[in-house]
């Protein structure tokens, strides 16, 4: 899904995402009310995962009970949230207001909610759904009294039954974390890790270490595996993050971690308060014949700095001489907002780039002039995906893949590429609404929702598995580089 800052794109929600995941034990609002598919990736409790998709623009609908949203409303991205064990979404942790809504406010939310989705929902026949019983069924429930817990688990389940799996709604509190992600303005206590649940062989995996933690000084790098905390496991019985990296700033816990190839391994690592943006690795890597190639990890496009980052990267590692390629790694890129998305590829990529399509017209997504780095533009670039390359993240790579300029590697990704939007009512929670979908700018026949994208060559890999060394989809990028 796609938002539009607010677009979003999001792999199934998150969130999406981040699609990164900060550490369980990182400090938040309660846990999200958006139901999170079985595929995807766990998110902490820090932070709302997101759906991905075009720029997003921010406007609330007039606080009437039947009001609709402003005609801009605010396009959002998505984020992969954690496969629930349920068909129904997460229920909060704890109130999410102080004070009980009256019910005159949450007639009105609701009835916002359920107009926007009348009127705005990409799928006319709202999935095979009766949209008008849902009001009917929902209006009573409200009528009959909801705690603020009780009632905006109702409006997320109601959103959730639309079976997308990329709409999602949003309390205040979560709207303001996800605020916060995007101004890259982290701030929680920690070691300082973005980890992922890996249920199937009982760890999370890190996909991101910030500079300057305890993480990074404890010797924890991307790659590695944490499995058990202060002897606790890192997952909770139904293969759900716990919160046990989360303590008093500090003190120090005991992390049992795996680098992949090697025995497991317990490292002491302080926690201590985390803040700032989420991190873009790169680096520079030769091939076996001697070819100079960049790496960029990029983890999400949720953080206003990615884009900024991503350049500064490109800066350094021209910095002695141009490039002879560029590997863009989007596997565990959950997608984020429309104008980081955009800002990000502008650097490779310049013009009309496809199209978004709605229920009532067509818009042409353009990425408007290059942004080029000591040449960027025409570097050959290699975009490695995978399952959890979702909404912007997806949408991104099957853009440089469908325009030429990329030869993609990895492995099919799931399709969801449809656009979000985002809606904000009365009482200061959100809706973020599949509103749009994408069509490629080259093979206007494709549909990615239904497809995915599908590399030009497969590689699996996964992450917990394999260092940056001994990566199978690495090594095939930079045979392809050596070969071209």
């Not at 820090?46 to 075009?54: A, E, F, I």
């Not at 991205?77 to 229920?91: F, G, I, K």
């Not at 067509?362 to 000591?374: F, M, P, Q």
């Amino acid at each position: 899904m796609l938002l539009n800052r607010r677009l979003w794109i999001i792999f199934p929600l998150l969130l999406a995402v981040l699609a990164c995941k900060l550490e369980a034990g990182a400090a938040g609002p309660p846990a999200s009310l958006t139901p999170r598919p079985s595929s995807t990736h766990t998110v902490s409790p820090s932070v709302t995962p997101l759906p991905t998709g075009t720029p997003t623009a921010t406007s609330s609908p007039s606080p009437t009970a039947t009001a609709s949203p402003s005609p801009s409303p605010t396009p959002t991205a998505s984020l992969t949230l954690t496969p629930l064990p349920s068909s129904t979404p997460a229920l909060l942790t704890a109130t999410p207001t102080p004070t009980q809504l009256p019910l005159a406010l949450q007639m009105e939310v609701f009835e916002e909610l359920w107009k926007t989705v009348n009127e705005e929902y990409l799928y006319a026949d709202f999935n095979g759904l009766d949209w008008n019983a849902v009001h009917e069924e929902y209006r009573q429930r409200i009528e009959a009294g909801l705690s603020n817990l009780d009632f905006y688990t109702a409006m997320a389940d109601m959103i959730y039954s639309l079976g997308d799996d990329h709409s999602q709604f949003h309390t205040p509190e979560q709207m303001a974390v996800i605020d916060a992600k995007y101004a890259g303005e982290l701030d929680y206590v920690g070691i300082g890790v973005i980890i992922s649940a890996v249920p199937e062989r009982q760890r999370a995996v890190i996909l991101g270490v910030f500079p300057g933690s305890p993480a990074e000084k404890a010797g924890l790098q991307i790659h590695d595996s944490i499995l058990t905390v202060d002897g606790q496991p890192i997952l909770d019985a139904e293969g759900f993050l716990t919160t046990i990296l989360r303590g008093p700033e500090g003190t120090t816990v005991s992390v049992e971690m795996q680098r992949p190839g090697e025995a497991p391994r317990t490292v002491q690592v302080s926690r201590q308060r985390i803040s700032g943006s989420v991190p873009v690795p790169s680096m520079v890597l030769t091939t076996p014949g001697g070819k100079r190639v960049g790496y960029i990890l990029v983890s999400t496009f949720m953080d206003s700095t990615v884009d900024d980052q991503v350049g500064a990267a490109l800066e350094a590692m021209t910095a002695k001489g141009p490039l002879d390629g560029m590997i863009i790694d989007n596997r565990i890129n959950p997608g984020g907002y429309q104008d980081v998305f955009v800002g990000t590829l502008r650097y490779f990529l310049s013009g009309v780039a496809g199209h978004f399509i709605n229920r009532q017209r067509e818009s042409t997504l353009d990425l408007g002039k290059a942004k080029d780095i000591n040449g960027s533009q025409t570097v050959p670039m290699v975009v490695m995906v995978g399952p959890d390359t979702v909404s912007f993240g997806e949408i991104s790579s099957g853009i440089l893949q469908d325009t030429g300029r990329a030869y993609v590697i990895g492995e099919t990704t799931d399709g969801n590429v449809e656009l979000l939007l985002e809606y904000n009512f009365s009482d200061g929670s959100s809706a973020w609404i599949a509103h749009d979908t994408f069509r490629p700018l080259n093979h206007p026949e494709a549909n990615w929702e239904k497809t995915g994208i599908v590399p030009d060559l497969n590689v699996p890999a996964a992450w917990d598995l394999y260092t940056l060394e001994t990566d199978p989809a690495v090594k095939a990028a930079l045979d392809y580089f050596d070969n071209k």
